[in-house]
């Protein structure tokens, strides 16, 4: 292929996803518009940069390649959710059916890599002592720099017995670690129930907040009366997945009125979700909520909305952020765009995405506390140490949360 043909190429594929995000498929432009003379202006700045590639560059690059990166970053420019798919990779996309085996952990992206956002206990991520805020840099022999967060996720499924090797950069150690995980089919772990102070504190731990999860959490709250339960612990710490109707929900059988989130986009109206007391459970018992940096999505629009309500509250660590709606956009090559077109809001109108959810009363969480420096200890010189009792791990989140809530009165 001549090289101007390979540069118009370049540039074709610019202007297509330009034209996307501008909607003129559909709509016209208006010369009055100045965003959208704005977008069109810079359509010569990377021309002019895509031309100086093709000829100037060390060695005459792999055209696909770069057309390929340059569209990418231009999607993960917006937020990490926003993906774009060679048609190779949407092949692929459109073929998983889900169901298939993993490791335990939720993922998204942050400084351009995968970063763990949390990790299923018990799971083999779990037991390879993975944590919230670790950079997985490589799945197997792909940099996740040059993968999109939808091909990320497909990358950690694979068959039950099946091996997933990642390197994992940690905090304060300079290299990162090989970790090789077997990926296993486990269904989610059902809600978990604790009693505290004579069963008068109903602790709840939710693994996933999705339809089935929320219906045991109902029953629960609805034998409190029976039980002698009356106050609430939701523990929402590393909760990540589930669905945002069933967050909605869930923050209803709290509250008997009130707005519980918002959703708006620059294309999708604004919508209002508002707590019916049809729907409620308990509306007066004392809640605490637990959060951490593994929460995320559902559980942080349930956060948010007991918190802005005055319902709860909250104990822990700010959450990740992560609440936008997404729309997949196929083109005429292929390939496909996955936008986020609607982001969540609090009731006090914090985009979740943008903002996430800062408790009340902050506690850093045990994994937090016992970061240290990179054990440069060689075997010889841990010989000669004397053996030590493992030290035992208080969970200062939940303490204080028991503390908080045996202050209050029901």
Do not use: C, W
């Not at 005055?310 to 292929?334: C, H, I, N, W």
């Amino acid at each position: 292929m001549p090289k101007i043909s390979k540069i118009l190429l370049l540039a074709v594929s610019v202007v297509l996803v330009v034209t996307v995000f501008l909607g003129v498929n559909s709509n016209p432009v208006s010369a009055a518009s100045e965003p959208q003379d704005g977008a069109y202006r810079q359509i010569n700045v990377y021309s002019e940069v895509l031309r100086h590639i093709q000829t100037d560059y060390v060695e005459e690059p792999n055209i696909n390649a770069v057309t390929n990166g340059a569209l990418r970053g231009l999607l993960e420019s917006l937020d990490a959710d926003s993906s774009y798919l060679t048609p190779e990779d949407y092949k692929a996309f459109k073929a998983d059916k889900g169901g298939k085996a993993q490791v335990g952990i939720n993922v998204s992206k942050r400084f351009g890599y995968a970063t763990v956002v949390s990790v299923v206990p018990g799971s083999p991520a779990d037991k390879a002592n993975l944590s919230d805020g670790d950079i997985i840099e490589a799945i197997g022999p792909q940099d996740t720099r040059d993968i999109s967060l939808a091909m990320i996720q497909l990358l950690l499924e694979g068959a039950p017995g099946s091996e997933l090797t990642v390197s994992v950069v940690r905090p304060r150690k300079a290299a990162p670690d090989k970790i090789v995980m077997t990926r296993v089919s486990t269904p989610p772990a059902p809600v978990a129930e604790t009693m505290y102070e004579n069963s008068s504190i109903l602790y709840l731990k939710p693994g996933v907040l999705d339809h089935d999860h929320v219906q045991q959490i109902e029953a629960k709250l609805k034998a409190m009366p029976k039980v002698g339960n009356k106050k609430i612990l939701l523990d929402l710490r590393d909760v990540a997945a589930g669905d945002m109707p069933e967050a909605t929900r869930l923050a209803n059988f709290f509250l008997k009125d009130g707005t519980i989130a918002m959703l708006e986009g620059q294309k999708v109206a604004k919508q209002t979700f508002t707590a019916e007391a049809s729907k409620a459970i308990n509306t007066t018992a004392p809640v605490v909520v637990l959060v951490n940096r593994g929460t995320a999505g559902p559980a942080e629009l349930v956060a948010a909305a007991l918190l802005d309500n005055k319902r709860a509250d909250l104990v822990g660590e700010k959450t990740f952020g992560e609440g936008a709606q997404q729309k997949t956009f196929e083109l005429p090559d292929g390939a496909a765009l996955i936008l986020s077109i609607a982001k969540y809001e609090s009731p006090s109108g914090k985009k979740l995405q943008d903002d996430g959810v800062t408790p009340g009363v902050l506690v850093a969480s045990a994994a937090e506390d016992a970061v240290a420096e990179e054990d440069t200890t060689t075997p010889a010189e841990k010989a000669q140490q004397p053996l030590q009792k493992p030290a035992v791990t208080v969970d200062e989140q939940l303490t204080k949360a028991l503390d908080l809530l045996k202050s209050k009165s029901a």
